[in-house]
């Protein structure tokens, strides 16, 4: 099955800028997805198809796929940013839909 | 607005069934696929089913196919998860969530989630 790992944890001062990895065989070659979790809450997309934003979401978050890596940017990151974030795909190999580990990112 | 709330959680026993619902609205809920999405205490987010826009099509996570089955009725507006076989492992908040997309293999995010319901499989 198709894995997605990511870091467990990221931490970045306010103002300065977040990157959280996702690697996956080939990954460049999918359409990547990313939710930010804040505790006690369902899950929201930041950043999806690779690069796009919903209305809503900070131009802060942005996102770039190539490669075995996507990478999601959170700039000027402020302390409401702290949250888990999660990668997403679709597997075609499998049809299964499949999450990243997950990454914890603190604010200090 | 987009609505989906679940219900139907609660503390069941290992071996036992339990079956959950997520009422829509706020869109034309028979023009969208549907999936379940669940997450353990503490733990990350595992995708677990999803059915198409009019229900003809179905794909389970392998932990799941066989126990569990997905269902809709689209003249209620409403998604089922009927879980069988319930095993320690399967304790988790389990959410629903759209995909902006008919089908069943659409390489999409998931733009609306509900807020979710607890199972708690324990003896």
């Known amino acids: 099955s198709y894995v997605l790992t990511q870091p467990p944890s990221v931490s970045v001062a306010p103002g300065q ?3 959280i990895t996702c690697g996956g065989n080939n990954i460049g070659s999918k359409s ?11 899950p929201v997309v930041v ?5 796009d934003r919903p209305s809503g979401i900070p131009e802060r978050f942005s996102g770039s796929n190539s490669g075995n890596t996507a990478t999601l940017t959170i700039g000027r990151v402020e302390a409401g940013d702290e949250a888990d974030f999660y990668c997403q795909v ?11 580990t997950g990454t914890k990112v603190t604010v200090l | 607005q987009v609505q989906l709330v679940e219900s139907g959680g609660g503390v069941v ?8 619902s997520c009422a829509a609205s706020g869109f034309t809920f028979s023009s969208y696929a ?13 995708w677990v089913a999803v059915i198409s826009d009019d229900g003809s099509n179905k794909y389970y996570a392998d932990s799941v196919k066989g126990r569990f089955t997905v269902s809709r009725d689209n003249s209620k507006n409403t998604l089922s998860l009927q879980m069988n076989s319930l095993r320690a492992e399967d ?6 969530a ?7 293999t659409c390489p999409t995010r998931f733009d609306h989630w509900g807020q979710g319901a607890l199972v708690s499989v324990s003896s």
Not at chain 1, 92 to 98: D, K, M
Not at chain 2, 91 to 96: R, S
Not at chain 2, 98 to 104: F, K, L, N, S, W
């Open chain 1, 32 to 42: 990547v997805h990313w939710y930010q979790q804040k505790p006690g809450q369902a």
């Open chain 2, 98 to 104: 759209r995909v902006p997309c008919t089908g069943v």
């Open chain 2, 34 to 46: 549907l999936h379940w999405v669940r997450q353990a205490p503490g733990k990350g987010l595992e």
């Open chain 1, 47 to 51: 950043v999806h198809d690779d690069t």
């Open chain 1, 90 to 100: 679709w597997d075609s190999s499998s049809a299964h839909y499949v999450f990243g």
């Open chain 2, 91 to 96: 304790t988790a908040v389990f959410y629903c």
């Open chain 1, 17 to 19: 800028t977040a990157r």
């Open chain 2, 13 to 20: 026993q290992p071996g036992s069934s339990l079956r959950l």
